[in-house]
C-alpha cells in the first residue's frame, strides 16, 4: 500500500428551460488555469468530459507539484503529451509527447533551470490560453504557435510555425511522469516505434511507474508528409523505420513547415496499435480542427448544462463551473471504439452491449462527495461507472479495487472505499449494476484477506500502533468500509454477514481514549502508545505516524457513520459539539511536523484534503446547524478563489471541486451510504439539476447575499420543511427545495432531535 504522505462516451444534451440569469453557455465561465498553481496538481490542456485522451502541455515531468505534468512557475514547456492525472498528490502518464520545433534537433528536454539545454522552450503567458476543450500557446524559443484540441481517445494539434522556414516534430517515448521516491527512473519495456509511409507513425510501451506494467499505444498521422524521418535508439542514430528497445525517439522534418499550419492526430489504446489506429479513424477521419474543437466545447455545454446556476457575481460563476468542469476529467473512459478493453488481470476484454469500461479512480478521495454527486448529476454513467469497479475487483488478482489506473492497482491510500461506492449505488437503487458480485469481492477483503493490518483488525478490532504504520487512521477507515459493506450485505439478503459487519462497524472505539478526548494509538498489548500530542502525526515520527494524512485532531473525526453513537464517547451530543467547536479553533502547533497536504487550516480543521471534508456537517447532528452554515459558507469564500492557486490542496481527481459543487447548492452528504444529504448554506440563488430525463430538481434561495449565510426556514415543493436534511429519493423524483436565508442565525431550525439527520440506519 502506497501512502500519499509517504510520497511528499459521449451525452446527449439535457433539455432544460435555464432561469433568466442563468449562463447559456456554462463553458464561457470555465477557466482551466484554476489548480493549475499552488498544491492544485491540475493540468489546463484539452479534453472532453471524462475523455481518454488529455492533451495538454508537459511543464515539468519529476516535481510533486507537476503531478499533472504542468505548473503555472515553471515557465518552459517541454511539449505537449496525451494522457495527464487530474489533481492527483502521485505522479505518471504523460504519455507520447510531440515537441514543435525549429533549428537543430535536441533529444532531452534539459534541466527546468536551463531551458536552452534541450528541447523544452520559454512561452508567453499573455498568449496562453484555455477552455473546454481548447489550449493554444506561442512557444517564444520555438517560435511556434501550438494549438490543442481532442476527442474522446484521439488529441489532435495544429502547429503554426514561423512563415518560410522548416522545422520538425519530436516523438519522444522516453517522456513520462517520474517519481521521486524509491527508484526514480521510470522503467520502460516493449517499446516500439514504426514509420508507415511518410505520414503515419505507430508504437507502444510498457510503463512501470506508479501504476506498474501498464500499457499506452499509439497511433500517429501528418496533415502533410514528412520530407525526412531520423529514428533513435538511446538518443543514436538508427537507420532502421522499425526499431524496438526502451529509449526511442523521432524526427520528423518538414522544409516547409511555415508554409501552412501542420496538424498531428494521435489515437491511443491500452489495447494494441490496431486498436489505436481504429480509434483514431473512428473518432477523427479528417483534420478538420475548428469542427473537433466546436464538438469538444458542445460536449462540455452538454454536460456542464445538467448543472445550471444563478450565482450573485462573475467571480462565484467562474468558480462554479470551473469546479463543475473538473468533477468531469475523471473516472476517465478506458475502451476502444470497439469495445475492447485491457482487463486488471491484464488480459484483453470485450464488453458486453451496454457496458463502460473507466479507469482513474481516486477512491479514497471521490468516496466523499464526487459519487454522491454523480448520483445526482450522472445518471447514465452510473451503471458503468460503478459496475466497472465490480469487474475490476473480480478480474484483478489484488481484489478489491483501491486506486486503479489504466489496468493496473496502484494500491494507494488506505482502506476499501469502493465499498462505499457500491454499497451507496444500491442505497439509491442504481440500476444496471451486479450487487450480489459486489457483495462477494468486498466480503473477501471484508473476512478473508489479511494485508494492510486487516487480520489484526479482525482479531483486536484494531490495528496496533507497534506493528503496523498509520494505524489508527486504518482502524477508523476499516470501520467505515465494514459499515458499508454491511449495508451492501443488506441489499442482497446476506443476513448474517450484514449483522456482523454492523457490529464491526464499531471498532472505531477501541481507540477512543475517553480520559483525553482523542483518537490515539494503541499498542499490541492493549496500552495507549506515548508519547501523544493531537498536534502530532504519530507517537514516533521517525518509524510510525499513527494516522493517514492528518493528525489527531482531525483524526478524531474521521466517523462518518455512527454519530450518535460517537458522541457517546465524548459524553453525549453537548461534549461532542464543544469539541468540533474547539476543532475550528485550536491554534497549530509549530513544534510539530506536518505535511503539505494539511493544508487549508481553520484551527485545526484541514480543508486542503479530504479527511476534514464532511467535519462542518457535523454541527446538524448536534442540533445546531447553524454552526454548519457558518463554516462551509466561510469556507466556501475563503478556500477557492479564482486563481491558478485558488485550491487549497490537491484537486484529487474531482474531490475537491465536488465539495464545493455540493456545498454551494447547500447538500452534503456526510455518510454516503446513508443516502441523505445534510443541508448547509447554499451559495446559488437558484440552480438546475438535470437529475433524471424529464425530471429536474430546483434549488431556490432568492435572498442570498455575503450576509445573509443562515438558514431561516426551509420549503419542499412550497410546503414548510422542518429537518436539516433531505433523503436522495426525494430528490431525484425532481422538484423544488427552497432556502430562506438570513443575516442571523435561526437556532430553532434543525435542533429538534427529530429534525437531525438519520445517522447508523
Known amino acids: 500500500m502506497i501512502s500519499r504522505r509517504h510520497l511528499l462516451a459521449g451525452t446527449a444534451a439535457i433539455a432544460m428551460t435555464p432561469a433568466t440569469a442563468m449562463a447559456a453557455s456554462p463553458s464561457d465561465h470555465v477557466d482551466p488555469f484554476i489548480g493549475t498553481g499552488g498544491h492544485g496538481h491540475l493540468y489546463p490542456g484539452a479534453t472532453v468530459p471524462f475523455g481518454m485522451v488529455q492533451l495538454s502541455p508537459d511543464t515539468s515531468n519529476k516535481r510533486w507539484d507537476s503531478c499533472s505534468g504542468y505548473h503555472q512557475s515553471d515557465g518552459s514547456i517541454m511539449g505537449f503529451s496525451h494522457t495527464h492525472l487530474s489533481g492527483t498528490g502521485c505522479p505518471d502518464m504523460l504519455d507520447i509527447l510531440l515537441v514543435p520545433a525549429t533549428g537543430e534537433v535536441k533529444l532531452t528536454p534539459g534541466p527546468l533551470d536551463n531551458p536552452d539545454a534541450g528541447y523544452r522552450s520559454r512561452y508567453d503567458r499573455a498568449s496562453e490560453t484555455a477552455s473546454p476543450g481548447y489550449y493554444a500557446v506561442d512557444l517564444t524559443d520555438s517560435r511556434v504557435r501550438a494549438e490543442l484540441t481532442a476527442t474522446t481517445r484521439v488529441g489532435l494539434h495544429r502547429y503554426t510555425f514561423p512563415a518560410g522556414e522548416g522545422g520538425h516534430i519530436l516523438l519522444d517515448l522516453a517522456h513520462g511522469a517520474i517519481k521521486w521516491w524509491g527508484d526514480k527512473d521510470l522503467i520502460l519495456d516493449h517499446v516500439s516505434l514504426k514509420l508507415i509511409g511518410n505520414d503515419t507513425v505507430v508504437g507502444g510501451r510498457q510503463v512501470f511507474q506508479w501504476a506498474k506494467g501498464r500499457w499506452i499505444f499509439f497511433a500517429l498521422k501528418l496533415s502533410r508528409p514528412f520530407a525526412r524521418a531520423d529514428l533513435y535508439s538511446n538518443d543514436k542514430r538508427a537507420d532502421a523505420t522499425d526499431l524496438t528497445g526502451t529509449n526511442l525517439k523521432a524526427a520528423l522534418h518538414f522544409p516547409d513547415a511555415g508554409a501552412a499550419p501542420l496538424l498531428v492526430k494521435v489515437g491511443i489504446s491500452a489495447v494494441d496499435i490496431a486498436g489505436a489506429l481504429k480509434n483514431l479513424d473512428t473518432e477523427l477521419p479528417d483534420f478538420d480542427f475548428e469542427r473537433v474543437r466546436a464538438t469538444a466545447r458542445a460536449a462540455w455545454d452538454s454536460e456542464l448544462s445538467r448543472v445550471r446556476v444563478d450565482l450573485a457575481s462573475e467571480t462565484d460563476k467562474r468558480i462554479f463551473h470551473t469546479a463543475h468542469y473538473h468533477a468531469l476529467l475523471a473516472p476517465t473512459i478506458f475502451q476502444d471504439v470497439d469495445g475492447r478493453y485491457r482487463g486488471m488481470d491484464n488480459e484483453i476484454h470485450t464488453l458486453k452491449p451496454g457496458e463502460v469500461s473507466y479507469s482513474t479512480y481516486s477512491l479514497w478521495d471521490t468516496y ?189 473525526f474521521l466517523n462518518q457513520h455512527d454519530i450518535y453513537g460517537y458522541a457517546k464517547l465524548f459524553g453525549g451530543l453537548s461534549a461532542f459539539e464543544a469539541k468540533l467547536d474547539a476543532l475550528f479553533t485550536e491554534a497549530p502547533n509549530a513544534a510539530e511536523a506536518s505535511l503539505a497536504d494539511i493544508s487549508g487550516l481553520v484551527g485545526q480543521y484541514a480543508h486542503g484534503n479530504e479527511p476534514s471534508h464532511h467535519v462542518a456537517y457535523l454541527y446538524a447532528y448536534t442540533g445546531s446547524p447553524w454552526k454548519t452554515q457558518q463554516r462551509v459558507r466561510q469556507i466556501m469564500t475563503t478556500m477557492y478563489r479564482a ?119
Request: charged letters at 20%; glycine letters at 10%; proline letters at 7%.
Open 368 to 556: 466523499r462527495v464526487l459519487h454522491p454527486f454523480f448520483t445526482l448529476t450522472q445518471a447514465e454513467r452510473l451503471p458503468g461507472m460503478v459496475g466497472g469497479l465490480v469487474r475490476m475487483g473480480q478480474q484483478s488478482p489484488d481484489g478489491v479495487p483501491i486506486w486503479p489506473l489504466q489496468g493496473r492497482e496502484t494500491d494507494t491510500m488506505i482502506g476499501y472505499h469502493c465499498a462505499s461506492v457500491l454499497a451507496e449505488a444500491a442505497a439509491k437503487n442504481i440500476p444496471g449494476i451486479d450487487y450480489h458480485a459486489g457483495y462477494e469481492v468486498l466480503a473477501k477483503r471484508a473476512f478473508t484477506d489479511d494485508l494492510h493490518g486487516l487480520g489484526l483488525y479482525r482479531e483486536k478490532g484494531y490495528i496496533p500502533a507497534d506493528q503496523v504504520d498509520e494505524s489508527v487512521s486504518r482502524t477508523l477507515e476499516y470501520a467505515y468500509s465494514d459499515w458499508c459493506t454491511s449495508k451492501l450485505a443488506a441489499h442482497v439478503d446476506e443476513t448474517a454477514a450484514a449483522d456482523a459487519l454492523k457490529h464491526r462497524a464499531g471498532n472505531y472505539r477501541h481507540l477512543f481514549d475517553p480520559h483525553i478526548g482523542f483518537m490515539r494509538g494503541k499498542r499490541a498489548d492493549g496500552q495507549w502508545v506515548t508519547p501523544y500530542n493531537p498536534h502530532s502525526l504519530g507517537h514516533d515520527q521517525a518509524k510510525w505516524r499513527d494516522y493517514t494524512e492528518t493528525n489527531g485532531w482531525q483524526a478524531t
Open 643 to 761: 486563481a491558478p492557486d485558488g485550491l487549497e490542496g490537491n484537486e484529487d481527481c474531482g474531490a475537491m471541486s465536488a465539495w464545493y459543487l455540493m456545498s454551494a447548492l447547500g447538500l452534503y452528504p456526510v455518510d454516503p451510504v446513508s443516502a441523505v444529504y445534510v443541508f448547509g448554506s447554499p451559495l446559488v440563488r437558484r440552480a438546475e439539476l438535470a437529475v433524471a430525463p424529464g425530471r429536474r430538481l430546483v434549488i431556490e434561495a432568492p435572498n442570498n447575499s455575503p450576509a445573509n449565510i443562515y438558514v431561516q426556514s426551509v420549503r419542499w415543493n412550497g410546503k414548510p420543511y422542518r429537518k436539516s436534511w433531505i433523503r436522495h429519493a426525494d430528490l431525484i423524483r425532481g422538484g423544488t427545495l427552497s432556502f430562506d436565508m438570513g443575516p442571523e442565525p435561526n437556532s430553532a431550525f434543525g435542533s429538534a432531535m427529530a429534525d437531525r439527520p438519520p445517522s447508523f440506519t
